[in-house]
């Protein structure tokens, strides 16, 4: 039977219907080990009672009003956020949140907010190679992967491209146009490259000295996931705006963008909008995921799992590097197709995918237990053991 739904993805082998911390179920009955949280979304497990009892009190008390009217919670999850991001808890928040619905939208809304900022002919926004930023036109445009601009020619101009974790290649392609430079903190979809502390101490002297902002996009390491609550936070430097969603619903869509208020301010009513965001709904979601994550401090759970996940990872015959930072981790396999990996993985009852040709990427929840590591960690031998004859 031919599908209903578009080709956007590669035909899926498995469908789940059930899922329980970092388990999963398929229609089959057969049990499965989430080790990639629907990428990096399902921070603290499938159906986290927390969650989901905020999510059916809100349905039977407000759902929507639209954004013409005040709603109680947006406002309270801002502030959470921005306490998490700047480390300051004082009575005026440091920036300020506009809400949206997934990581494309935050970023768009970043690009949108850098270029009123700028003003007219100051509205580049430069980012890396290997970036990921969306599929929207203009964050795919900010994605530095060129063969995935190819087929969507023309795209908005205002993008600029340069070489990863290269400060001298982001001096020199900058002129009066430029408004902003755009990074993660760790590429995630390009293959779980952490940034060093020194690149990101130099892009942010470079903006201070040039005027721009230095966005930081944290839809893929934002909340806890790796081992700090936003990735930026390893790197010692505190960016102007911050994007983020994938976690900050647990399975609910909802995106963000932070920016520090004076940037903000750049914002008047009427340039920017979303019907859905900042819905009491997504917001209750995330309220009840921030306070969660707080009292179980989930930063911490990171940087333990990922400390042991890592080092398991390390001595398993097949893999020839472990890299990334807390529970964002990419296995560099040795000689090994990642694809057929992944592939005998979920045979094998663990959800993994291949980030790239040759890495696997696992990103379980942060409430991932010692014995679940240990399991996956056994499947994981198993499979490359079969992978390297097959190979
Ligand atoms: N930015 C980063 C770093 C991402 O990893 C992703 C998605 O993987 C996005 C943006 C796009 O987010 P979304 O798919 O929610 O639009």
Known sequence: MSSPLMSTY???????????GT??????????LDFLSGLAVTSLGHSHPAVAEALYAQAKTLLHTSNLFATPIAPEVATTIDALITGEDGDETIGQVFFCNSGAEANECAIKLARKWGGRGRHVVVSAYGSFHGRTLATLHATGQPAKHEVFWPLPEGFRHV???????????????????????????????????????????????????????EVQTGFARTGRWFGFQHMGVRPDVVTMA???????????????????AAFVPGDHATTFGGTPLATSAARAVLAEMRRIDAPALARAA?????????????????????????????????????DLALDNGLVVNAVTASALRLAPPLTVSD??????????????AEASQAA
């Not at 082998?13 to 329980?20: Q, W």
């Not at 430029?178 to 101490?201: D, H, M, R």
């Not at 609910?252 to 004076?262: E, L």
């Not at 014995?371 to 490359?384: C, K, N, P, Q, S």
């Open 371 to 384: 014995e679940e590591i240990d399991e996956a960690v056994r499947i994981l031998t198993g499979v490359l």
């Open 246 to 264: 994938k976690a900050l619903g647990n399975g609910v869509p909802i995106g963000a963008c932070w920016a520090r208020r004076d940037v903000a």
């Open 306 to 342: 990922g400390a042991r996940l890592t080092e398991q990872l390390s001595s398993v015959a097949g893999v020839k590097e472990v890299r990334g930072l807390g529970l964002l981790i990419a296995v560099e396999l040795d000689g090994i197709d990642a694809k057929v990996a992944a």
């Open 23 to 32: 388990q999963l179920w398929d229609d089959k009955g057969k049990r499965y």
């Open 163 to 217: 070489a990863w974790c290269d400060p001298d290649a982001l001096e020199a392609a900058l002129d009066p146009s430029v408004s902003a430079v755009l990074l993660e903190p760790v590429q995630g979809e390009g293959g779980v490259n952490p940034a060093t502390a020194e690149y990101f101490a130099a892009v942010r002297r470079i903006c201070d000295e040039r005027g721009l902002l230095f966005m930081v996009d």
């Open 10 to 20: 590669a035909p899926p082998r498995v469908m789940f219907v059930r899922g329980e």
